[in-house]
């Protein structure tokens, strides 16, 4: 979604909408990719996010309005990030 190269399902991340704790929706991270609903996958990096970012990519992959926030998904890959 984000740098739109192909990878294999087991590399890439799942990101799917939900709710913040005040019930907006938000993008949010599905790396088990069990939650219900529609689904987008992106590379787990800074880049590959950022990009989706720039592109406004998240709603028109999910099918959702654009502007939705994603900072869960930014979250969760810097913590990937720092991990390595």
Known sequence: MGCRQRAPKSELLRVTVGSDIHDHPVVMPDPRGTAPGRGAHLHPSP?????????????????????????????????LADRQ
């Open 47 to 79: 880049e590959c996010y950022e990009f989706a970012v720039r592109r406004k990519a998240f709603g028109r992959a999910l099918r959702v309005p654009a502007g939705l926030p994603s900072a869960p998904v930014a979250d969760y890959v810097a913590a």
